[in-house]
C-alpha cells in the first residue's frame, strides 16, 4: 500500500508537471521529430523541380523497421500535444482532428524536405505511420491521465449500450473484424512493395566493385511468376523457358559462344562489360572475376516493376564457382546500386549459396533475415538452380528435383521484431476489449463470453490467416504472444480502473 502511495503521489506531481510545460514538451517533440528525420541536414538543390519530379521520389516503400520507427517517433509529440491541449477548453473531438492535422502536416513537411537529402527516401506510408504515431500518443495520454482516464470510464460506463445485448453484440462482431484487419500490415512486409525501379541488374560484382565473384555463368532467365512444383521438373527436362512462361518470362540470356549478351527477349537492358576483357568458356559461359564483371546498359526498370506489381518471381541461372572459399557474399547476381542498397542478391559465403530478397520485412538492404544454404559451393562443378519466391515462401532447387531447399520469411523474423509487431497488434485490441468488458459488466453471462472470446479468437484468427495464406507453420508461441499482450492490456487498464475509481468514491 506503502509503494502504491508512493507510485500515486509521484504520478500526481509528474502530472502537473506535464501540463504545465506541455508547451515546451511540444517544441522538444518537433526538434527531435526534425533531427531524427533530416539530420546531418545535407540538403541539395534539385535542377528542373516539377511535381513529376516529387511525385517520382514517393516512389518508395517503409521497411518494417521503417514503419515501427516512425510510430515511435511520433508518441510524444501526440502525448505532449493533447496535454497541451488540456487545459484549454476544446472538444474531444477538435482536439482529434487538431492532433492529426499537426502530425500529418509535420509528417508531410518533413517527407518534403527529405527529396533534398540524397540520405533520405520519403514515403507515403511514412505520413500514414506519423499520423498513427501522434494517435497512439493521445491514447496513452488519456491512459495515463486519470482525470481523463475516469472521465472515460464515466462515459462509458454510462452509455446506453450497456443494457443492450444486441448492440454490444455488433460492437463485438465489429471487435472481430478489426482483428482481421490487423493481419493486413503483417501480410504487407512479405510483398516486394519496397523495391526501387531504378536499380541496375549485374552479374560477378556490385556497381561498387568491391564484391567480386570468381566463376562462370552459362545462362539467366526471369520471369514475374511463381511456377509450380510440375514447371519446375518440366524446366530441368526441357529448359524450354518461353514455353513454359510466356508472357511472364521479362528476360533470357544466354552467355555462351558470343561476346554481346543481349536479353534474347528483347525486354532488358543488354549486359555490357565492367572492367578488363574476359573470355568464354564452351560449356561454361562467361568467366566473371575482380576484374570483369557484367552491367545493364541501363537500369532494370523492367524488371523491377513487374516483380514488385506482382510479389513473386522465378529466377533460373546455371553457374560453377572458381574459387570455393569466396566470402562478402560474393555477388553472382544482383539488382542493386551499391552494398547497402539492393532489391535482390545471389551470392556466395564460402561454401554456402546466399540469398537476400528486400521486402518490408528483411529491410532496406535484405539484410535483417539471412538465408543460407550450405555445401552448394563445396567443388567447382556447375549447378542449375532455381530460385522461386511468393507470399514469403522461398523454395530453391539445385540441379534436380530432389535437391530442395525451403524458406518462409515469416517463420524467420527475430524475436524483438516480432514483439514489436505483436505489441503493435493486441495492445490496441486489448484496449478496445477493456471497454467493451466495461460496457457488458452488468451482464455476467455476456461479460464472461467477451472475456474468453476477446481475449483468444484475435490471436487464433491472425495465427490462422497468415497459415492459410502464406503455407507457413502454425506457432503455439504466437498465439500465446497476442493472447498475452491482449490479456496483459485489458488486465492492467482494468485494475487502473478499478483502483482510480476507488479512490473517486
Known sequence: MFLYNIITQTSFILSKLILNRSLYLVTASILAIVIATLYPFNFLLINNLSIQTITASFDNASSFEDLV??????????????????????????????????????????????????????????????TLGGIVGMICFYIWH??????????????????????????????????????????????????????????GNETTGDKPWQGYISDLHIADQAV?????????????????????????????????????????????????????????????????????????????????????FTIISTVATADTNQTGPARIISVSSGILRRNFTLGQQQTNLDLRIRTPLTGENATDIKLSIPGIFANTNTHNIVLIYSKANIQIYVDNMQNFYYFNLLELIPKEQKVLYYSLTFIPLGICLTFLTILAVKQLNVYRLLLLGGILLPSLIVESILVIDTHKSISLTNILMGIFFTGGTMLILRIRASELLKKQF
Not at 471487435?175 to 501480410?187: A, E, G, N, R
Not at 543488354?270 to 576484374?291: F, N, T
Not at 513487374?306 to 513473386?312: D, G, H, P, V, Y
Request: proline share 5%.
Open 69 to 130: 520507427n516512425n510510430i515511435l517517433l511520433f508518441i510524444p509529440l501526440g502525448f505532449s500535444y493533447t496535454a497541451f491541449l488540456q487545459n484549454r477548453k476544446i472538444k474531444p473531438i477538435k482536439k482529434f482532428i487538431t492532433l492529426i492535422i499537426i502530425s500529418a502536416g509535420l509528417s508531410f513537411t518533413v517527407e518534403i524536405l527529405q527529396i533534398f537529402l540524397p540520405s533520405r527516401s520519403p514515403t507515403p506510408a511514412d505520413i500514414a505511420n506519423n
Open 146 to 203: 486519470s482525470p481523463s482516464f475516469i472521465f472515460i470510464l464515466s462515459s462509458v460506463d454510462n452509455w446506453k449500450l450497456n443494457n443492450s445485448n444486441k448492440k454490444i453484440a455488433i460492437l463485438f462482431l465489429i471487435y472481430i473484424v478489426l482483428s482481421f484487419l490487423m493481419t493486413l500490415p503483417c501480410k504487407a512486409t512479405i510483398y516486394l512493395s519496397n523495391w526501387t525501379p531504378t536499380y541496375s541488374l549485374l552479374l
Open 228 to 312: 509450380t512444383k510440375n514447371q519446375v521438373s518440366e524446366l530441368f527436362d526441357t529448359k524450354n523457358y518461353l514455353n513454359i512462361f510466356g508472357y511472364s518470362l521479362i528476360s533470357s540470356y544466354q552467355f555462351t559462344n558470343k561476346r554481346d549478351f543481349q536479353d534474347s527477349n528483347r525486354q532488358l537492358p543488354e549486359l555490357l562489360p565492367q572492367g578488363q576483357s574476359s573470355h568464354i568458356v564452351d560449356g561454361q559461359g562467361v568467366a566473371l572475376s575482380s576484374s570483369y564483371w557484367l552491367k545493364t546498359e541501363t537500369s532494370a526498370t523492367l524488371l523491377n516493376k513487374r516483380l514488385r506489381k506482382n510479389s513473386e
